[in-house]
T-cell receptor, first 110, second 111 residues
Framework: QKEVEQDPGPLSVPEGAIVSLNCTYS??????FMWYRQYSRKGPELLMY????GNKEDGRFTAQVDKSSKYISLFIRDSQPSDSATYLC??????????FGTGTSLTVIP | KAGVTQTPRYLIKTRGQQVTLSCSPI?????VSWYQQTPGQGLQFLFE???????NKGNFPGRFSGRQFSNSRSEMNVSTLELGDSALYLC??????????FGPGTRLTVL
């Protein structure tokens, strides 16, 4: 079993839709949770960083962590064509070694 | 502040050759990690260097090696290249037990 599971998609939504991206994990020691956005032929760019459980909001993006269910989510409100990218979740127990999901490909159609 | 830079951006090699990739971290960042990214496996951790010492290592064969210099710049070397080594190699730097910032990657193609 992989440490982190992420549905690869692809996910296609119309502009303005709410997008929900999810990851599940098996290691209950994970306490650092991140979401990265990766455009084609670019390196991943940090979007959201959460420590332990709870919600964090930044503009149109909301990250949720449910440690009891070992489940994290990223919500994108009012999605834009510029949000079209691959979204990677990542997590760590110590902050020293990070485990990544395989990424979900998102396309926002104008 | 300048971001993480990686050189070269693209490389084409043949089986059996070796390759060296370079990474310059964000100024002040002492930790540098290397990842291999492929469509099937996603991002896989290779190793992490901190203050010129390898601190963590992933499950890759000994053909993959790295080092870090006193200025925190890091190099990764792959010897005896195989077709399966074709991938995007990403370098990430961080300040301490904190989030990582990635470079643009080096796309390696092995023919």
């Amino acid at each position: 079993q992989k440490e982190v599971e992420q549905d690869p998609g692809p996910l296609s939504v119309p502009e303005g839709a709410i997008v929900s991206l999810n990851c599940t994990y098996s290691n209950s020691a994970f306490q650092y949770f991140m979401w990265y956005r990766q455009y084609s032929r670019k390196g991943p760019e940090l979007l959201m960083y959460t420590y332990s459980s709870g919600n964090k909001e930044d503009g149109r993006f909301t990250a949720q962590v449910d440690k009891s269910s070992k489940y994290i989510s990223l919500f994108i409100r009012d999605s834009q064509p510029s949000d079209s990218a691959t979204y990677l979740c990542a997590m760590s127990s110590t902050g020293n070694q990070f485990y990544f999901g395989t990424g979900t490909s998102l396309t926002v159609i104008p | 502040k300048a971001g993480v830079t990686q050189t070269p951006r693209y490389l084409i090699k043949t089986r059996g050759q070796q390759v060296t990739l370079s990474c310059s971290p964000i100024s002040g960042h002492r930790s540098v990690s290397w990842y291999q990214q492929t469509p099937g496996q996603g991002l896989q951790f290779l190793f992490e260097y901190f203050s010129e010492t390898q601190r963590n290592k992933g499950n890759f064969p000994g053909r993959f090696s790295g080092r870090q210099f006193s200025n925190s710049r890091s190099e990764m070397n792959v010897s005896t290249l195989e077709l399966g080594d074709s991938a995007l190699y990403l370098c990430a730097s961080r300040l301490a037990s904190d989030t990582q910032y990635f470079g643009p990657g080096t796309r390696l193609t092995v023919l």
